[in-house]
């Protein structure tokens, strides 16, 4: 088993705790690779590479919320600080810091 993603022992984490890890895992590698694609399609002069690249964007953008999901449903805090910053208009660092604060 790999313990590249694990900063404890991981005979020591319990299911759940390996499962937020994995998850937090997946959604880096998510964002790793929608960068990659905003980069390729940048550059690709193709219409048609471009086309595919932009359909396999999409995907990427679909993994990366349905993980993000997961994780917020697995953190009511976590959910409830993201509610007071994504989706809503004004400063973003002001929600953030207020939403830190609504959430406790």
């Not at 790999?2 to 991981?10: A, F, N, R």
């Not at 890890?21 to 694609?37: D, F, H, P, T, V």
């Not at 990366?64 to 409830?80: D, G, I, N, V, Y």
Request: glycine share 6%; hydrophobic share 40%.
């Amino acid at each position: 088993m790999s313990t590249d993603q694990y900063h404890e022992p991981p005979q020591e984490l319990s299911a759940e705790v390996r499962t937020f890890a994995r998850m937090c895992a997946s959604l880096s590698e998510e964002a790793e690779a929608i960068g990659w694609y905003e980069q390729r399609m940048a550059v690709e002069q193709d219409p048609v590479a471009k086309a595919i690249m932009e359909n396999s964007l999409g995907e990427e953008f679909k993994h990366f919320s349905m993980e993000l999901e997961f994780l917020m449903r697995a953190k009511p805090k976590w959910r409830e600080t993201a509610k007071g910053i994504l989706f809503q208009d004004g400063d973003i660092v002001a929600n953030g810091e207020a939403a830190e604060e609504a959430a406790g």
